[in-house]
């Protein structure tokens, strides 16, 4: 997976997708699967906005039930279900526990009711899905950190957990594979036009500072909230921000889904890669889409939501790493009341400006799939050509090939490959990880260690990834910058507190891979200084 991008210049394309979050990854990896000559780009990395700022699920949303957003919540249910099929190492199960206090919000006959109705909707789903009760002691059993106080008992259920930077990644590798010419840190400047009608793009490569054009029949964006600054469909975006809090580890491999008590507003705590994501918020957004910064004001609301329910309180001294992240959300222009952010439908729409060109707005990580499809399908429609969806029900690149075997399921193939993982001594946490974060591409990452047995080793001590995981990712997976590799293809700057000498010894590591000399070197260590620990 290297950076080319020689095959884009003047160049002519059925199709120009802008922006490489999650919606565009899957876009140009359904339009090159159904022969369709396509080019990705982004101004930035792949995924570094909102798609990798997410709260890293795969799920229906239980919340949307209370806005009678069914059809979306079985929309969600059903991809869910069938990306846990195609994309075992990708999307696993992640079980939520409920808790129902005497002052809580919903009750539990009314969340009884409502995990009834979201086990319905996810039809064909297997039972140990569906959801369960707990009496008080047997749930403060199963969550003993949470305070018991006033608790009437309470409910899991299940949904999924992902990788979200990772997932846009192994979309933009397969589109790759497929035939798609695909350019992180490309700007489209300008389109251009032919008798007002879209027919191709100015695009500025950031990294030789050259500009060049792109010839395309049809050309979508999917930029995420920098559309709210394009004036064909800025009046359409509503932006908000979340963010999110790295916390300590629980030593559970359960999640909650809690309420705040000041609003009533649904957040999670959840367990991801050994520590805890918590999380999110969800505020009106009016700043630049290049300074999304976390707000104490926000820190603050997260601490309090989840300190009326916990024995031990955390503080900003727990803080481990944070992060922020900006939704768009489909604007209703007819409705102009002042209704909570967190009330906006999650649902998604396409765009056609005058000019032919498509937007796609709103939407949730979790069916972006199925919306990328319909982008598809309209710009085939356009162009006259006749071919379904070819995404629906397909193994993704890396899932493992004996696991698409009916009779050798992924637990046969990741036990197996974690007993490897092991013996050439690698920890048996970050081995479980690296099949998850790599799927079949894990096996040339435990080749590589029979080369160099002290690959094996922890890049930090503190987080499951391996020195073997960091130079495979800066080699093979088209790192440009240092935050890139540590933020993106492995979270260390979020998931860590490093300090100075880590990200100097990180950047010793893997400068000759990435042919960086003493000054590049200066470069990236100073665009990562801001994340850094004293």
């Known amino acids: 997976m290297k950076r080319n991008p020689v095959p884009l210049y003047n160049q002519t394309f059925d199709l120009l997708v802008c922006g490489g979050g999650v919606y565009g990854a899957w876009t140009a990896y359904d339009a090159a699967l159904r022969g369709l000559k396509v080019a990705l780009i982004d101004q930035g990395d792949w995924g570094s906005a909102t798609s990798s700022a997410s709260s890293k699920l795969i799920h229906g949303g239980l919340r949307y039930l209370e806005q009678f957003e069914f059809k979306l919540v079985r929309k969600t249910l059903s991809e869910r279900e069938m990306l846990m099929r195609v994309a075992p190492h990708r999307v696993w199960p992640l079980r939520f526990g409920v808790p129902v206090y005497t002052h809580s919000r919903v009750g539990l006959l009314r969340m009884k009711l409502g995990l009834m109705l979201y086990d319905f909707l996810a039809a064909g789903q297997q039972a140990v899905m569906r ?217 998604w729409v396409l765009k056609t400006a005058s000019n032919g060109v498509h937007y796609s707005i709103g939407g949730k990580l979790t069916s972006a799939r199925q919306d990328a499809a319909r982008i598809v399908d309209q710009v085939c429609a356009e162009l006259d050509i006749q071919t379904p969806c070819a995404t629906q029900g397909r193994v993704f690149p890396w899932t493992p090939q004996l696991a698409q075997e009916m009779e050798y399921k992924f637990s046969d193939w990741s036990e197996a490959t974690q007993t490897q993982a092991v013996q050439s001594g690698v920890d048996p946490e970050s081995a479980r990880w690296l099949m998850h974060r790599h799927g079949s591409k894990a096996v040339d990452i435990l080749h590589s260690i029979k080369q160099q047995p002290a690959l094996a080793h922890r890049i930090i001590p503190a987080a499951p990834f391996i020195d073997a995981d960091l130079m495979h990712c800066a080699d093979e997976e088209m790192v440009v910058h240092l935050d890139d590799l540590l933020r993106r293809r492995i979270p260390l700057l979020i998931l860590t507190k490093l300090t100075e000498a880590d990200l100097r010894q990180v950047i010793t590591k893997i400068s000759g891979i990435l042919n960086w000399d003493e000054a590049r070197c200066a470069q990236e260590f100073a665009r990562c200084r801001a994340w850094l620990h004293p």
């Not at 369960?132 to 403060?140: I, M, V």
């Not at 926000?298 to 601490?303: D, K, T």
Request: glycine letters at 6%.
């Open 131 to 347: 959801h369960r009760f707990f009496n008080r002691l047997h749930f403060s059993e199963r969550f003993p950190w949470l305070n018991n106080q006033s608790l009437k008992g309470g409910f899991t259920y299940a949904d999924a957990q992902t990788d979200d930077a990772r997932l846009v990644l192994e979309l933009v590798n397969g589109a790759m594979d497929t035939g798609a010419v695909c350019v992180n840190y490309c700007r489209l400047t300008s389109l251009r036009e032919n008798e007002s009608r879209a027919a191709g793009a100015n695009i500025h490569d950031l990294l030789t500072n050259s500009e060049h054009e792109i010839h395309a029949r049809q050309i979508v964006y999917t930029a995420g909230h920098w559309m709210a600054a394009d004036s064909h469909s800025k009046d359409d975006c509503l932006l908000t921000r979340g963010i999110h809090l790295i916390m300590p580890g629980m030593r559970q491999n359960e999640a909650l889904l809690l309420t705040a008590q000041s609003d009533g507003r649904v957040f999670f705590v959840i367990p991801w890669y050994g520590l805890t994501l918590l999380g999110t918020t969800d505020t009106p957004y009016q700043g630049p889409p290049d300074q999304v910064n976390v707000e104490k004001t926000e820190v603050a609301y997260l601490l309090n939501a989840v300190n009326a329910y916990l024995q031990t309180p955390w503080t900003e001294r727990d803080i481990i790493g944070s992060f922020a992240g900006v939704r768009v959300l489909k604007q209703d222009r007819q409705d102009t009341s002042t209704a909570a952010p967190s009330s906006v439908s999650r649902d």
